[in-house]
């Protein structure tokens, strides 16, 4: 087949003399030609090989973005976690002050009560107290009208000392004592019921105060309510917050290992590389196996008697069959052979992970 | 305590990506890249706790290292993961003491899931 197409080519040579390129190649020697070609070739294999370095070195960058993705992606579920953990601890701490502070604001109400009531009492005592001055203004009017009554007596007594004469006389000094002592327990009688009436007034005031005192307990007692009720609520809020903050932050936990699985995955897909490069170091190897096949051809052509007659080149194909590794290589090679179109279905028939 | 993965590939592509995915999933990893490295390596003391090998390497491929490895490291999983397809050599790789075969190229979740069955308590 090639030995053919040397013939082939010569002729050509001869009618397409006008061409530059072949107008070249007539003024080179054989062995100069034979070595063009073989350049030719080191050329692709090259090539070929550039490629794998190129398609490394972008692979190898894919691989540190997805690295520096993956710990970025750490870095944020670590902060998170700081975040909730922070978010605990503040948590916890509003739990101890809210119950600390419902603790005291419960004894303050316990205790307001107790004044209240003991309040309460003194302004019932105090109460009676008032009721019992007003009793004893009562005696003192009567103590007063005793008085009167001494006094009308101990006149009387002096106009019959008066009519006795010389005989009352006695009588009479007696008369005037009596009336100078309801004078003086009248006066007596009359100073007390003004203190008394000022003590009643007093003790009125002090009753109205003590009453005053019970309104104001009774408003700290409602504020301190609204106090604990607010410190309730203040937490339930906190407490329902807390949970929704650690609703989301499982949420994005729960993203970010869909994201490492993905990177994950990308990861593992990015060996394809490895496939491409194996699959194109074998290309060149082979491009250089045709490349010597070429010379040796070439060089038995020219002069059969210095060389062995060439192998059949289609030797070659099941040559490089034998050095397939992969399915879809063996694939193509029998499709191009059969002349038949390419399929990857088949490639895909062999499990991709097998444990024995 | 963290499971450590040795990997034998001669591809630098390979290495890096696997690293990743196992350190990832809170592996240590250790690597080679040819087999006869790799023997060296564990003549010398190191025990992995599983194997990750490829098969068509320079200097010592695949399976010249199962077969050498497997009278230091009788027990340790050997998973095979390369392009190779032929039956013939997953059947000696099997003979040989291989524990499985996986073919590039192999999500990552998936080579997890792999490890998990094959290394209890990973």
């Given at each position: 087949m090639?030995?053919d197409?040397f013939?082939?080519?010569?002729?050509?040579?001869a009618?397409?003399s006008?061409?530059?390129?072949?107008?070249a190649?007539?003024v080179?020697s054989?062995?100069?030609?034979?070595?063009?070609?073989d350049k030719?070739y080191?050329l692709?294999?090259?090539q070929?090989?550039?490629?794998?370095?190129?398609?490394?070195?972008?692979?190898?960058?894919?691989?540190?973005?997805l690295?520096?993705l993956?710990?970025d992606?750490?870095?944020?579920?670590e902060t998170?976690?700081?975040?909730m953990?922070?978010?605990?601890s503040?948590?916890l701490?509003?739990?101890?002050?809210?119950?600390e502070?419902?603790?005291?604001?419960k004894?303050?109400?316990?205790?307001?009560?107790e004044n209240?009531n003991?309040?309460?009492?003194?302004q019932?005592r105090m109460?009676?107290?008032?009721?019992?001055?007003?009793e004893l203004?009562r005696y003192?009017?009567?103590v007063?009208?005793?008085a009167?009554q001494i006094?009308?007596?101990a006149?009387?007594?002096?106009i019959?000392?008066?009519?006795a004469?010389e005989?009352?006389?006695g009588?009479?000094?007696?008369?005037n004592?009596?009336?100078k002592?309801?004078?003086k327990?009248?006066k007596?009688?009359e100073?007390?019921?003004?203190?008394?009436?000022?003590?009643?007034?007093e003790m009125?005031?002090e009753?109205?105060g003590i009453?005053h005192?019970?309104?104001?307990i009774?408003?700290?007692?409602?504020f301190t309510d609204n106090?604990?009720?607010?410190?309730?609520?203040?937490y339930?809020?906190?407490?329902?917050?807390?949970k929704d903050?650690a609703?989301e932050?499982?949420?994005?936990?729960q993203?970010n290992?869909?994201?490492?699985n993905?990177?994950?995955?990308?990861?593992?897909k990015?060996?394809f590389?490895?496939v491409?490069?194996q699959s194109l170091?074998?290309?060149?190897q082979?491009?250089k196996?045709?490349?010597?096949?070429?010379?040796y051809?070439?060089?038995?052509?020219?002069?059969?008697?210095?060389?062995n007659?060439p192998?059949?080149p289609?030797?070659?194909?099941d040559?490089?069959y034998?050095s397939?590794?992969?399915?879809?290589q063996?694939i193509?090679h029998q499709?191009?052979?059969?002349?038949?179109?390419?399929?990857?279905?088949q490639?895909?028939q062999a499990?991709q992970i097998?444990?024995? | 305590?963290?499971?450590?993965?040795?990997?034998i590939?001669d591809?630098a592509?390979?290495?890096?990506?696997l690293?990743t995915?196992?350190e990832?999933?809170g592996y240590?990893v250790e690597?080679?890249?040819n087999g006869?490295?790799?023997?060296?390596?564990?003549?010398?003391?190191?025990?992995?706790?599983?194997?990750?090998t490829d098969?068509?390497?320079?200097i010592?491929?695949?399976?010249?290292?199962?077969?050498?490895?497997?009278?230091?490291?009788?027990f340790?999983?050997?998973l095979?993961?390369?392009?190779?397809s032929e039956?013939?050599?997953?059947?000696?790789?099997?003979k040989l003491?291989a524990?499985?075969?996986l073919?590039k190229?192999v999500a990552?979740?998936d080579?997890?899931?792999?490890?998990?069955?094959?290394?209890p308590?990973?």
């Amino acid at each position: 087949m090639i030995l053919d197409f040397f013939a082939k080519s010569q002729e050509n040579q001869a009618s397409e003399s006008t061409n530059p390129h072949i107008e070249a190649l007539k003024v080179m020697s054989d062995e100069e030609r034979l070595q063009t070609i073989d350049k030719i070739y080191e050329l692709i294999s090259n090539q070929i090989y550039s490629t794998i370095k190129i398609t490394e070195e972008h692979i190898t960058s894919v691989i540190n973005y997805l690295q520096h993705l993956h710990e970025d992606s750490k870095e944020l579920v670590e902060t998170l976690n700081q975040f909730m953990s922070s978010a605990s601890s503040c948590e916890l701490e509003i739990k101890n002050v809210s119950e600390e502070n419902l603790r005291l604001a419960k004894q303050l109400g316990r205790m307001s009560l107790e004044n209240m009531n003991r309040l309460k009492e003194h302004q019932t005592r105090m109460g009676l107290l008032a009721n019992q001055i007003n009793e004893l203004s009562r005696y003192i009017s009567n103590v007063n009208e005793i008085a009167e009554q001494i006094s009308l007596l101990a006149l009387n007594a002096a106009i019959e000392a008066a009519r006795a004469g010389e005989y009352g006389r006695g009588f009479e000094v007696v008369a005037n004592e009596i009336k100078k002592l309801s004078v003086k327990s009248g006066k007596t009688a009359e100073d007390m019921g003004k203190k008394l009436k000022d003590l009643s007034k007093e003790m009125i005031k002090e009753v109205n105060g003590i009453k005053h005192i019970v309104d104001l307990i009774n408003k700290t007692k409602d504020f301190t309510d609204n106090l604990i009720d607010k410190q309730n609520k203040t937490y339930y809020r906190f407490q329902t917050m807390s949970k929704d903050i650690a609703g989301e932050v499982a949420k994005i936990e729960q993203k970010n290992i869909v994201i490492l699985n993905d990177i994950a995955d990308i990861l593992g897909k990015l060996q394809f590389q490895d496939v491409v490069r194996q699959s194109l170091e074998a290309m060149a190897q082979k491009v250089k196996r045709i490349g010597d096949y070429h010379t040796y051809s070439w060089r038995w052509a020219k002069d059969p008697s210095l060389e062995n007659k060439p192998e059949d080149p289609s030797l070659l194909f099941d040559e490089f069959y034998k050095s397939y590794v992969m399915d879809q290589q063996r694939i193509t090679h029998q499709n191009t052979l059969n002349g038949t179109s390419e399929s990857t279905e088949q490639s895909s028939q062999a499990p991709q992970i097998e444990l024995f | 305590m963290k499971k450590t993965i040795f990997i034998i590939d001669d591809s630098a592509t390979v290495i890096m990506s696997l690293k990743t995915t196992l350190e990832m999933n809170g592996y240590t990893v250790e690597s080679a890249s040819n087999g006869k490295m790799a023997l060296d390596k564990i003549a010398s003391g190191f025990k992995p706790d599983l194997i990750i090998t490829d098969l068509n390497m320079p200097i010592m491929n695949g399976l010249e290292f199962i077969k050498n490895v497997r009278q230091i490291l009788k027990f340790t999983p050997i998973l095979i993961l390369t392009t190779e397809s032929e039956q013939s050599k997953k059947d000696e790789a099997k003979k040989l003491g291989a524990t499985g075969w996986l073919v590039k190229p192999v999500a990552g979740t998936d080579l997890i899931n792999v490890l998990k069955k094959v290394l209890p308590g990973s």
